[in-house]
């Protein structure tokens, strides 16, 4: 007989498990993503002093530009933090699909929802968003303990993913 682990999707109530799982997606696509949002606002803030609204309105600056973006107020950076959340959650299917397809991947929930998570950190926002964003690139002004950050912060988003994927999995 083998114990379960003391959390993992088993353990949740069966309402919980009973969510589809598109559900589970927009659900932890959109929590990952906001716990992402309050981790950089808090960095930034600490840093520099920036405004936590600052934080959705660079990723709004993806697609209307970096001065649009400011001058915009609450409309901008709520642009952003639905567009974020949109993009991790997209994220998200993107694994649970893997996972669909290559079951093998739930037997190393940390390292292969790491790895994915540092993968899609270098895709978007070091290849993606600087080559066809609108705003403007100071990708190499960026501190190097903001991009230790980002990479731990993207390896935590993976490893959200791969939960999730498990998650539905056991359903």
């Known amino acids: 007989m083998h114990?379960?682990?003391?959390f993992s999707p088993l353990s949740l109530p069966s309402a919980a498990r009973a969510w589809p799982a598109w559900a589970w997606i927009v659900g932890g696509g959109i929590a990952l993503?906001?716990?992402?949002l309050v981790f950089a606002a808090g960095f930034w803030f600490l840093h520099s002093g920036t405004a936590p609204a600052r934080?959705?309105?660079s990723i709004a600056a993806w697609f209307i530009g970096t001065h649009a973006a400011r001058a915009g107020g609450i409309e901008t950076a709520l642009l952003g933090a639905v567009s974020y959340?949109?993009?991790i959650a997209t994220l998200v299917a993107v694994y649970v699909r893997i996972a669909a397809r290559w079951p093998r991947?739930?037997?190393?929930?940390?390292?292969v929802g790491v790895a994915y998570g540092v993968a899609c950190y270098a895709l978007v926002l070091r290849i993606l968003v600087p080559a066809f964003s609108a705003a403007s690139s100071n990708a190499h002004d960026m501190p190097i303990e903001w991009t230790l950050a980002c990479v731990a912060a993207w390896g935590?988003?993976?490893f959200g993913c791969a939960w999730i994927a498990r998650a539905i999995r056991s359903r």
């Open 156 to 158: 935590g988003i993976g």
């Open 55 to 57: 934080i959705p309105q």
């Open 33 to 36: 993503a906001l716990a992402d």
């Open 3 to 6: 114990a379960r682990p003391a």
């Open 105 to 111: 991947v739930h037997a190393h929930v940390a390292s």
């Open 85 to 87: 959340c949109a993009l």
